[in-house]
């Protein structure tokens, strides 16, 4: 593990050469707020076992996570709920959600036009997809 004085170490390094730097998940999160509205219904693609931006979003929104993922950790009692899906065949009726969030999930798709006609078809009119990937 590390010791105290590592971390100390480590902070000093960071702020000498990361201070004021964002990185990509602060960069999402901003853009996820940026767009999100009180009361919005939330699609995250691809949210992961653990549907940590969902849950990160719940305070402001009613959210829905989908991963192919066997277990996902919600007692699916309340926001945010979790399913098991596949993005090509989303499981919910037109213009269901506000706003589409995916974090690292495009690069996988083996049919993403597919995948991205599935978000146009569940997202209301004037509702937002916001995408990050790391290639």
Same mark, same amino acid.
């Given at each position: 593990?590390?010791?105290?004085?590592?971390?100390? !170490? %480590?902070?000093?390094?960071?702020?000498?050469?990361?201070?004021?730097?964002? $990185?990509?998940?602060?960069? &999402?999160? #901003?853009?996820?707020?940026?767009?999100?509205? /009180?009361?919005?219904?939330?699609?995250?693609?691809? %949210?992961?076992? &653990?549907?940590? $931006?969902? !849950?990160?979003? *719940?305070? /402001?929104?009613?959210?829905?996570?989908?991963?192919? #993922? @066997?277990?996902? #950790?919600? *007692?699916?009692?309340?926001? @945010? $709920?979790? =399913?098991?899906?596949?993005?090509? *065949?989303? @499981?919910?009726?037109? /213009?269901?959600?506000?706003?589409? =969030?995916?974090?690292?999930?495009?690069?996988?798709? /083996?049919? +993403? +036009?597919?995948? $991205?006609? #599935?978000?146009?078809?569940?997202?209301? +009119?004037?509702?937002?997809?916001? =995408?990050? *990937?790391?290639?």
């Amino acid at each position: 593990m590390f010791s105290d004085e590592d971390r100390k !170490k %480590c902070d000093e390094l960071y702020n000498r050469y990361y201070r004021g730097r964002k $990185f990509h998940d602060s960069l &999402y999160r #901003e853009m996820i707020h940026k767009h999100l509205r /009180a009361g919005q219904r939330v699609l995250d693609a691809g %949210c992961g076992r &653990y549907l940590t $931006f969902c !849950k990160n979003l *719940t305070p /402001a929104a009613w959210v829905v996570g989908i991963d192919m #993922e @066997p277990a996902l #950790e919600t *007692t699916n009692q309340s926001s @945010p $709920f979790g =399913i098991r899906g596949n993005l090509d *065949t989303l @499981p919910f009726a037109d /213009a269901s959600f506000d706003m589409i =969030i995916s974090r690292s999930v495009v690069e996988h798709l /083996a049919d +993403p +036009p597919r995948v $991205f006609r #599935e978000f146009a078809r569940v997202l209301r +009119p004037g509702g937002k997809v916001v =995408i990050i *990937t790391p290639n």
